[in-house]
């Protein structure tokens, strides 16, 4: 069997607290997976001692697994996601998967994401709904907005899956190379399938639990307001004006 070369981008900012655990309990669960499987830390200019804590690790490591590669200044979430698959394709990765710092996307995932990739599926998500899937700790709120959101979401794109705005996912290189994104914050995640789901042929998802990010971690840097909501659901109402726009020409 063929192994694969992966690379795992973690976006990162002003996480002095979390890293150093987080990024020893991820690299923990990569040893069970093939040797040319890429840790990518993405550093997206953070100011506090994030940086310095991830150089200490890189450089103390028994293995070259782990790179980092940080912003001079704060872009954003998206914008990290670009360094990241910029990355993957200069090196020639066949898959690049995308994951949270901060372990609500747990590594011990990460062996059901490369089972799926040998499949050759092209594009694969996370998912917390359906069977062994669901959501722990997160505050009903946020759970109803999400579970709306995702509705919306999966009625207008018609893409067969059912957690559509989970950042925790995976896809072939040579897909995501060919797509121009241009966003820089978390609705990177929306437009990114705005171009995927006319590209990639198959799909799959990974059933996880996620788990709310705890207090002593702070706060999360992604925001549950009216323009955040609004931003996620762009790109699937560009994709129904267009497509009613065509059926009407």
């Given at each position: 069997m063929k192994s694969l070369k992966v690379c795992i981008?973690?976006?990162?900012?002003?996480?002095?607290?979390?890293?150093?655990?987080?990024?020893?309990?991820?690299?923990?669960?990569?040893?069970?997976?093939?040797?040319?499987?890429?840790?990518?830390?993405?550093?997206?200019?953070?100011?506090?001692?994030?940086e310095q804590i991830v150089n200490e690790i890189v450089?103390?490591?028994?293995?070259?697994?782990?790179m980092l590669i940080s912003h001079s200044?704060?872009?954003?979430?998206?914008?990290?996601?670009?360094?990241?698959?910029?990355?993957?394709?200069?090196?020639?990765?066949?898959?690049?998967?995308?994951?949270?710092?901060?372990?609500?996307n747990h590594p011990k995932y990460l062996e059901d994401f490369y089972k799926k990739m040998i499949k050759g599926y092209d594009y694969i998500k996370a998912t917390r709904y359906g069977k062994n899937a669901s959501v722990f700790?997160?505050?009903?709120?946020?759970?109803?907005?999400?579970?709306?959101?995702n509705l919306i979401a999966r009625i207008l794109y018609g893409i067969p899956l059912k957690d559509l705005t989970n950042g925790f996912?995976?896809?072939?290189?040579?897909?995501?190379?060919?797509?121009d994104l241009k966003e820089n914050?978390?609705?990177?995640?929306m437009e990114e399938l705005y171009y995927v789901k006319s590209i990639a042929k198959t799909f799959c998802e990974v059933p996880f639990e996620l788990t709310?990010?705890?207090?002593?971690?702070?706060?999360?840097?992604?925001s549950y307001g009216p323009a955040a909501i609004y931003?996620?659901?762009?790109?699937?109402?560009?994709?129904f004006f267009e497509s009613h726009s065509n059926n009407f020409n």
């Open positions: 981008v973690i976006p990162i900012y002003n996480e002095q607290d979390i890293v150093r655990n987080s990024i020893d309990t991820i690299l923990k669960y990569t040893k069970k997976l093939p040797p040319i499987v890429t840790v990518l830390v993405v550093n997206d200019g953070s100011v506090d001692a994030t450089n103390n490591q028994e293995s070259e697994k782990l200044k704060n872009q954003g979430y998206g914008a990290a996601i670009k360094t990241g698959i910029n990355f993957a394709s200069t090196n020639e990765y066949d898959y690049i998967l995308f994951m949270d710092c901060d372990l609500t700790g997160v505050p009903l709120q946020k759970k109803i907005l999400s579970i709306v959101g996912r995976a896809a072939k290189v040579e897909i995501m190379k060919t797509i914050g978390f609705v990177i995640i709310s990010r705890a207090d002593s971690q702070g706060k999360s840097k992604f931003s996620y659901l762009k790109y699937p109402l560009k994709t």
